[in-house]
């Protein structure tokens, strides 16, 4: 049984930081690419960013670029989000990811598997 348990998040003042964190278990970790995305109220899904199974390659949504990074740790079946310089347009809830193969992808539909969810709030 694959699953991908999420834990941080939370409530924090515009400027802050976050992690979230995300543990993977029941399915290949170190060869998943592995992704977070968000999803406002009322609002679409969004990509915030993934990672290539070895590491070496990610992406950014263009709201988080130079402001959040993703990592992964591959000897703890465990993907990070490492979020800075956080504001109010970054609430939401954030969903990790896995997916088979080593590409990196912006795209959520070829993503296999998902963690429960964590809510992020940022106040003024």
């Known amino acids: 049984q694959v699953q991908l348990v999420q834990s941080g998040g939370g409530l924090v003042q515009a400027g802050g930081s976050l992690r979230l964190s995300c543990a993977v278990s029941?399915?290949?970790?170190?060869?998943?690419?592995m992704g977070w995305f968000r999803q406002a109220p009322g609002k679409a899904r969004e990509f915030v960013a993934a990672i290539s199974g070895s590491g070496y390659s990610s992406k950014y949504g263009d709201s988080v670029k130079g402001r959040f990074t993703i990592s992964r740790d591959n000897t703890n079946n465990t993907v990070y989000l490492q979020m800075n310089s956080l504001n109010p347009e970054d609430t939401a809830v954030y969903y990790c990811?896995?997916?088979?193969?080593?590409?990196?992808?912006?795209?959520?539909?070829?993503?296999?598997?998902w963690g429960q969810g964590t809510q992020v709030t940022v106040s003024l």
């Open positions: 029941g399915r290949p970790f170190s060869t998943s690419a």
């Open positions: 990811a896995a997916k088979g193969g080593m590409v990196v992808t912006t795209d959520a539909l070829q993503f296999e598997n």
